[in-house]
């Protein structure tokens, strides 16, 4: 089973993130950024066979989460970086573009942009609140990802791509066997 298509970007994972904050108006919390990332990443490759940011998803306690990622967030970001950081409710901390932030919009591509902005829907628009958030990433009878990180969480590894794409499928109705052929070649 495929755990990473690519190794996690440090620097793509800034811009995506500084691009979410520019482009939707709003500050980040550390939750909406491992959330962000994630979908981001699935939804680009299941159109593209690749994701725009990277990293092995673990089947974290509250859903996966690229632990490279969170990591970033929690010990970089809170002492430098393109973000300047502010206590949110209880653990949260928010997370809005610091001064000196630049975002480029020709750093991304039509496909990274659409992926980011299906993410957003999916994350912020259909399913804004915590619990509903939670439902989503966890149940299986919820969505494909509940069921693909339910299977990891089981067999105590992380998040395969070919559940994520299988689970998919079987939701939708659609067809990515291109993308397992693409991902059981190594490609």
Known sequence: M??????????????????FCVNKGKSLNQYDMVKLHVLTDIFHTLDYGLPVIG??????PYGPVVQDAYFRIM???????????SSGSGNTRQFSPSECAEIDPDDFSVSEVKAMERAWLVHKIQHPGFNDSQRYFHEPSASFIGKAYDAAQREGRNLSWEDIVTAYDEESGEDHSHVLSLMSLGI
């Not at 990293?55 to 974290?60: D, I, K, Q, V």
């Not at 010990?75 to 950081?85: A, E, I, L, Q, T």
């Open 2 to 19: 495929t755990s990473q298509l690519s190794p996690f970007n440090e620097n793509q994972f800034d811009r995506c993130m500084l691009w």
């Open 75 to 85: 010990n970089v970001y809170s002492v430098k970086g393109p973000f300047k950081m």
């Open 55 to 60: 990293g092995t998803m673990r089947p974290w």
